[in-house]
């Protein structure tokens, strides 16, 4: 028997006001498509609004996420997206924006413009209300996370005892370092911890290392006993897809670092490796693309990259890219980097294996977990370390060529196999 999913669709319809997606939405998108396309009981989604948490049906949670899709631009090939485009032409240093960043332009969205769009696509309406209307014993389901920073958004779980909740939790880093993180970020994921303690009924998470992370933080919360369902996330679909190589990308020699431009993902230590390449091999040294928006804190690297000026011809900075092109992107890469000083995980890992890609990551209990011998590992301080495995790379020796070899092994867990287990997972709360 399957219960009713109450899935909860808060950062799904926020961040749809964005350009583009971070890893944590293209699994949120994905987890709707499961369950909104495939689950066989009842399904429905739960929003905050202007007048209160309201529940909509399936059909309209349908095509929210067909016109996200298609906002966050999802559905193209890669040879149509024009940031994957700006990359080729400063790879081949034709063009030289200032700051060296590439998809500027398509991070100009207009919010307001974005929410008539999904407005028009899914049509307006009130809803109904969440503690009126949830169907009985439904499982209350939240990938998302920001709904969980906010008391208002989960408090009605307290007025339906019947409801069961499972959280994913990634990791709780901003609380094991909050010097990564701003006050308000720290104060937000401690609320969200808080609020796992009190409602949860369930935990998803996806590494053992993540897992003890979260536990112990539950514990000091007065949380003592919970399920939890630990499994690996896989990699989005088409990172599995066979395409044609792209003969303008195989020209140039470049490495790629994925993700959000902040403190914890640490791309200060590759902006001094990159300096150091540039002082040894000049103009033959290869560039790095460096993939994502800023946030909080990233200030002091896009200082240093003004002050650097040999740096602007090697180092770019590329954000708005679609999946596609970022699949295309990291395939033709040297290798993908992964300096962090902490994670719960590492999407862009298991992305790069699962197209053939090498990766040079930080010595995480998380990483080792995920990517086991076939990435080779550096101390996320050790400058000179990281130097000599890109250079590693870049040269294309026979070590470098074993290490290339050894990643065509990886074999990915597929989206399919994944939701085997938490179907299962979610079946365990279904009530006599």
Request: hydrophobic share 45%; charged share 25%.
């Amino acid at each position: 028997m399957s219960p009713p999913i109450a899935y909860d669709a808060a950062r799904l319809f926020a961040w749809s006001l964005a350009a583009k997606p971070r890893g944590i939405d293209r699994v949120n998108l994905l987890y709707a498509r499961f369950l909104f396309e495939t689950w066989p009981g009842d399904c429905i989604s739960t929003l905050p609004t202007p007048w209160g948490v309201r529940w909509y049906d399936r059909q309209r949670a349908l095509q929210l996420l067909d016109r996200v899709e298609e906002l966050w631009s999802e559905t193209i090939r890669p040879y149509e997206d024009r940031v994957l485009l700006q990359i080729k032409i400063r790879l081949s240093g034709l063009h030289e924006p200032r700051f060296g960043e590439a998809g500027r332009s398509s991070q100009c969205v207009n919010p307001v413009s974005r929410l008539f769009e999904v407005l028009s696509a899914t049509g307006f309406s009130f809803g109904a209300s969440v503690v009126r209307s949830v169907p009985k014993n439904s499982i209350y389901l939240n990938v998302g996370h920001i709904s969980l920073k906010v008391p208002y958004i989960v408090s009605w779980l307290k007025r339906r005892p019947d409801v069961k909740s499972v959280f994913m939790i990634h990791d709780v880093i901003p609380l094991e370092h909050p010097e990564f993180f701003s006050l308000v970020e720290n104060r937000l994921y401690a609320k969200m911890v808080e609020h796992t303690a009190r409602y949860a009924s369930g935990l998803i998470v996806p590494t053992v290392a993540a897992r003890k992370s979260v536990l112990n933080a539950l514990r000091m919360r007065g949380r003592t006993e919970i399920q939890v369902e630990t499994v690996p996330l896989p990699v989005t679909p088409i990172f599995l897809e066979k395409d044609r190589p792209d003969e303008e990308l195989g020209m140039h020699d470049y490495f790629v670092i994925c993700g959000a431009i902040e403190p914890r993902k640490n791309h200060l230590l590759l902006l001094e490796v990159w300096r150091e390449l540039v002082k040894r091999r000049g103009e033959r040294a290869p560039k790095l693309v460096v993939v994502g928006s800023p946030i909080w804190g990233a200030a002091p690297l896009l200082r240093k990259l003004q002050r650097r000026q040999p740096l602007q011809g090697q180092v770019i900075f590329a954000r708005g890219l679609s999946t596609p092109a970022l699949r295309q992107l990291i395939a033709h890469a040297k290798a993908l980097l992964m300096p962090s000083f902490a994670e719960g995980f590492g999407l862009p890992v298991i992305e790069a294996l699962a197209v053939g890609t090498p990766v040079i990551a930080s010595d995480l209990a998380a990483h080792r977990e995920i990517a086991g011998d076939l990435a080779v590992y550096r101390d996320p301080t050790d400058g000179p370390g990281w130097l000599e495995d890109i250079c590693m790379f870049a040269d294309g020796n026979e070590a470098a060529a074993e290490i290339r070899e050894r990643v065509t092994a990886y074999q990915p867990l597929t989206w399919r196999e994944y939701f085997i287990r938490i179907e299962s997972f979610l079946k365990t709360f279904v009530q006599p």
